[in-house]
């Protein structure tokens, strides 16, 4: 498959069922370098993880990373290797897990030594204590700063979820530690040919439930916005008690979740009262375009600082211009069969509104036309009344209509005709239609005074 092909999600989720095969159970060793091997705490698609002991040159406890038998491939002895790396430039963190040492088992399985946190998920402590909002928030401040801290040092995790989040209770404060940095990324040339390969060898890497929507892709390019968005799952977790998407879904319906569902506000999911700002700086996190997300972890750090001290956040809900775009994007079969029910009304109102104006237009020219002609016949009879009789015949035709009131004429016009009707009537010895057009004018005066 090329890097240009986008393969569906059955294809997806057959990938990652492959990275979650356990492969032959082979003979564990008793012990590792000058570590005993002592109790199994934990198994991931690599590696499995063994609470150890040293009796010299000191007694104490680590937590002992075997990967696993029969996979030790180049890329994963890679993987391995960068993690190994990894944690060693993150040493200085009280917040990452630290690296003892590593080496290889007498078969030539690499292991790695690291501190070993006594203690539960982040999730698991916040339901165990009972804490409270604030109290939620401030461990994820926790998790920020030293997430920040592998950020600036070019590490970013991309497989940050709860089993990676453990909370030490052994000092004078609860510590969040973060761990298994297994499949981090280096921000680096190298760290880019690394991804590169690994995407060639069609290898998704996160979680599923836990991925950002650029991890689901195989040529999503990851950075460290996938770490906020993770850290926006985990913040929805905080609010509403589950995360944003359901846990009971196929990977590939998982996939498609993440890629193109927006989940709702978290507070609609719970009873706590809390800010809306949480809402707003949950949902910026959980972005599907990591450009909208916080830029950096120190950028969401300083807006959950913002709302622990009742300022004002940078975050806002999304404008409605934006939700229409997203919602066109979802659903571009309708959205582009709506536009040409659109543009098909759009063009018959166009057309309706063209007729109504070339009506009026033409309203206006015949009503422009008849105050010409009424004028016109204004001028006349009022010419006339000053003339000889034999000049009357000229317009006597028309005193009929005027005086029927066939012709509708505005009324100042209608009084001004009667008037100039009248003289042409009386000075023509037309007494009959001289008495009617004064009558009709007398009556007309009246009315227009009355109004």
């Given at each position: ?330 659903h571009r079969g309708l959205a582009a069969a709506l536009l040409l029910i659109l543009l098909a009304t759009l063009a ?74 009248a003289a042409a009537a009386e000075n023509a010895g037309d007494i009959e239609n001289a008495r009617r057009a004064r ?13």
């Amino acid at each position: 498959m090329s890097l240009s092909e986008r393969p569906n999600d059955a294809a997806i989720a057959a990938l990652l069922d492959d990275l979650l095969i356990d492969p032959q159970e082979a003979e564990t060793p008793e012990q590792v370098g000058g570590w005993q091997l002592a109790e199994k705490l934990g198994e991931g698609g690599f590696g499995i993880v063994w609470r150890a002991t040293q009796q010299t040159p000191a007694p104490r406890e680590a937590a002992v990373k075997l990967i696993k038998p029969g996979i030790d491939s180049e890329e994963v002895l890679a993987r391995f290797q960068r993690e190994q790396q990894v944690l060693a430039r993150l040493a200085d963190d009280p917040g990452i897990a630290r690296v003892f040492e590593a080496g290889l088992t007498a078969d030539e399985r690499p292991y790695l030594v690291m501190e070993l946190v006594r203690g539960v998920t982040v999730t698991e402590f916040c339901t165990q204590q009972k804490l409270s909002l604030p109290d939620r928030i401030a461990l994820l401040r926790q998790i920020c700063a030293s997430l920040h801290h592998a950020h600036q040092n070019g590490v970013i995790h991309r497989d940050l979820k709860p089993s990676n989040l453990l909370v030490a209770t052994d000092g004078s404060r609860p510590q969040v530690k973060i761990i298994d940095f297994g499949i981090a990324r280096a921000l680096s040339h190298e760290g880019q040919r690394q991804l590169t390969w690994i995407t060639r060898q069609q290898r998704l890497v996160g979680t599923p439930g836990w991925m950002a929507p650029e991890q689901t892709r195989l040529d999503g390019i990851t950075d460290v916005r996938t770490d906020i968005h993770a850290l926006g799952i985990l913040l929805y977790e905080f609010i509403a008690g589950r995360a944003p998407f359901a846990a009971t879904l196929s990977i590939q319906e998982k996939l498609r979740q993440i890629r193109e569902y927006t989940p709702q506000p978290p507070s609609q999911l719970t009873a706590h009262r809390h800010a809306a700002e949480l809402d707003w700086i949950t949902l910026r996190c959980l972005e599907k375009d990591p450009a909208r997300r916080y830029a950096s972890v120190q950028a969401l750090d300083d807006d959950l600082r913002r709302w622990q001290e009742g300022l004002p956040v940078t975050a806002r809900p999304p404008t409605t211009a934006y939700l229409l775009g997203r919602w066109l994007h979802r659903h571009r079969g309708l959205a582009a069969a709506l536009l040409l029910i659109l543009l098909a009304t759009l063009a018959g109102t166009a057309a309706a509104l063209w007729q109504r104006r070339e009506a009026e237009r033409q309203l206006q020219a015949s009503l422009r036309l008849q105050e010409l002609l009424l004028s016109g016949l204004d001028h006349s009879l009022t010419t006339i009344a000053g003339m000889r009789p034999h000049g009357y015949a000229a317009v006597r035709p028309l005193l009929g209509p005027l005086l029927d009131e066939e012709i509708e004429v505005p009324p100042a016009m209608r009084l001004k005709l009667l008037e100039a009707a009248a003289a042409a009537a009386e000075n023509a010895g037309d007494i009959e239609n001289a008495r009617r057009a004064r009558q009709q004018a007398t009556q007309l005066r009246g009315k227009e005074a009355g109004s």
